[in-house]
C-alpha cells in the first residue's frame, strides 16, 4: 500500500484560536502550505503582533512549507523562524525554545516570550 498525504493547511483559524485565548506565546509548527492568502495571514499577525510567534516550518522549504511566510511573521511579532529537515532536530529546537521562554520569566523585569 502506498502513502498519501491529503488535508490542509487551515494556519490562521490555529492562530486565531491562540489569540481567542491570550496565548502569550505561540509556537507555529507546518509542514504544509496555508489554505488563505500571505496577506490575510499577514494582516492578522499585525494585528496581533503583541504575541510573539516562534515559526517551524518541517520539510525541505518552499517545497514543503511557505519558508518567507513563517520568517515574516516571526519577524513581525520578534519571535524566531527555524526549519526541520531531520525529525531528531524538532526535539532540540522545541527544547531551546522552551528554555529561553523560562528563563524570560525567571528574570525580574523581562517580558515573557
Avoid: C
Avoid at 3 to 21: C, F, I, K, P
Avoid at 31 to 50: E, F, K, Y
Amino acid at each position: 500500500d502506498l502513502l498519501s498525504v491529503t488535508g490542509t493547511t487551515n494556519m490562521l483559524d490555529a492562530l486565531l484560536a491562540a489569540w481567542e485565548d491570550s496565548a502569550d506565546h505561540i509556537i507555529l509548527l507546518t509542514d504544509g502550505q496555508p489554505d488563505q492568502s500571505d496577506s490575510t495571514i499577514l494582516q492578522n499577525v499585525r494585528a496581533n503582533s503583541s504575541t510573539p510567534i516562534d515559526t517551524i516550518g518541517i520539510g525541505d522549504g518552499d517545497r514543503s512549507y511557505n519558508e518567507r511566510l513563517l520568517k515574516e511573521i516571526s519577524e513581525i511579532t520578534g519571535g524566531r523562524f527555524n526549519s526541520v529537515n531531520e525529525p531528531l532536530m524538532l526535539s532540540e529546537i522545541m527544547t531551546e525554545l522552551l528554555q529561553i521562554s523560562e528563563t524570560a520569566q525567571s528574570i525580574p523585569g523581562t517580558i515573557q516570550l
